[in-house]
């Protein structure tokens, strides 16, 4: 996966989800109550989805675990986004990623 194909897919994931990935008690999670997903849980095949990753809170080695590592530093500002911004900065935080990783955002 190339890195603009990996934020075309989190980005429309976000925003057509638009709303954040949460458990019960507030925190965000890769896949949260009621099947939503945060901006790396949409990257998770069901396959290689284990509850640890939740858990654990280490992006690196869930990236390695689903074959991106090699993209830890768009992956994680893609997180932030997801983790710290209300769903109605996305677009523009999702903008701000993709000029800093010289990539296309076309969800405007």
Request: net charge neutral; aromatic share 12%; with cysteine.
């Amino acid at each position: 996966m190339t890195a603009q194909e990996l934020f075309d897919k989190v980005a429309t994931h976000l925003i057509t989800q638009g709303k954040p990935s949460l458990c019960t008690y507030g925190f965000c999670k890769y896949r949260g109550d009621g099947g939503l997903m945060c901006a790396i849980g949409c990257l998770i095949p069901d396959d290689k989805y284990k509850t640890w990753m939740d858990y654990g809170g280490a992006l690196h080695p869930v990236l390695k675990t689903i074959g991106l590592g090699e993209h830890f530093y768009l992956c994680r500002k893609l997180q932030v986004v997801h983790d710290a911004t209300e769903p109605y900065n996305w677009h523009g935080e999702l903008s701000n990623v993709a000029a800093k990783f010289g990539l296309k955002y076309e969800h405007e």
